[in-house]
């Protein structure tokens, strides 16, 4: 693509936002890349480098939360998993979410759906902000849903219990096997309806539910644009594509949609 291609879709991008009503961006994690976390597929990705995790941990972890815990709670338990956290506790946002952020201050967003769960939309100021697979900085309980900072239990006792309902701790984060939480995917499924335009960062598309909004998104009669470096599942539905780092074009979108 040459700068003149990515100026082009950069104009039209903001066309199509400026002409819509209601613009949500679905995030992946491809736009903490550029803050030092490593994406989970492709070239560089923590799964392509030490495989994918076990897809029934959420089964394991009602066999044994104890055990879960215990082994969450070591650092040489599993050191990929550690290197990745360290990863994510020394990340600042970067561009990509500073222009997000940016965009629901100027009323033009409307909502964040992202998969990341490493806090940084939060930390760049982001507030209608729906974190579909959980955040790595909180605890939740399996019943009530209630959601607590990591740092406020203490883990003297495994596994820590909700002291609300006496249910089961997890991490916040959402498992394979487990549901997504139902306030969490009812106000997905709600800001999926009302989105008339929705912009597609970082992600690959590939895990459901949330690769199936945009569908949700173009089925209502409203439009896909794309910013991602690469070709994903959902870039044949998209009516303009932005190819490239997110912390370099969502900056440039902003400043267009400044005037
Ligand atoms: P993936 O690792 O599957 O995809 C990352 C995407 O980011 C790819 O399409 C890259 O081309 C793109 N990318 C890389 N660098 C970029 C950059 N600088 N700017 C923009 N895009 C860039 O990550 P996800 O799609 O987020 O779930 O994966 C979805 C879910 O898979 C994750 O939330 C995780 C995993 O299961 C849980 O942990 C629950
Ligand atoms: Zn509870």
New binding site residues.
């Given amino acids: 693509m040459t700068l003149q291609d990515t100026e082009a879709a950069i104009r039209l991008a903001s066309d199509l936002i400026a002409e819509s009503d209601h613009l949500v961006a679905l995030v ?4 903490s ?2 803050s030092g976390i490593p ?4 070239a560089g ?1 923590l799964w392509s480098k030490v495989g994918e995790p076990s897809m029934n941990g959420y089964e394991q972890f009602l066999a044994d939360p104890a055990g879960w815990w215990e082994n969450q709670l070591d650092p040489a338990a599993d050191p990929a998993r550690t290197e990745f956290r360290e990863a994510i506790d020394s990340a600042e946002p970067n561009p ?1 979410h500073h222009a997000l952020a940016e965009l629901e201050r100027m009323g033009v967003l409307k909502a964040t759906i992202t ?3 490493d806090d940084l939309h939060n930390r760049a100021g982001s507030k209608r902000l729906i974190e579909i ?2 955040n790595r900085t909180k605890v939740r309980c399996i019943g009530c849903e209630g959601r607590w900072s990591r740092d406020e239990f203490s883990y003297d006792a495994l596994p820590p219990i909700c002291p609300k309902c006496g249910e089961l701790l997890k991490g916040d ?4 096997g487990e549901p997504i939480p139902p306030s969490v995917i009812d106000a997905c499924y709600r800001e999926a309806t009302l989105c008339d335009c929705i912009m597609v ?7 459901y539910p ?1 690769a199936g909004f945009p569908q949700i998104v173009t089925s209502g009669g409203g439009i896909v644009i794309e ?4 070709p ?1 599942p959902l870039s044949r539905i998209a009516v303009v594509t932005l190819r ?4 370099a074009l969502l900056p440039k979108l902003v400043e267009r949609l400044r005037g």
Avoid at 244 to 247: D, H, I, Q, S
């Fill in positions: 992946g994690a491809g736009l890349a550029e994406t989970f597929r492709g990705g990509a998969q990341n769960v697979h959980g984060t959402v498992m394979f960062c970082g992600t690959s598309a590939t895990v949330a910013v991602n470096p690469n994903t490239g780092a997110a912390g």
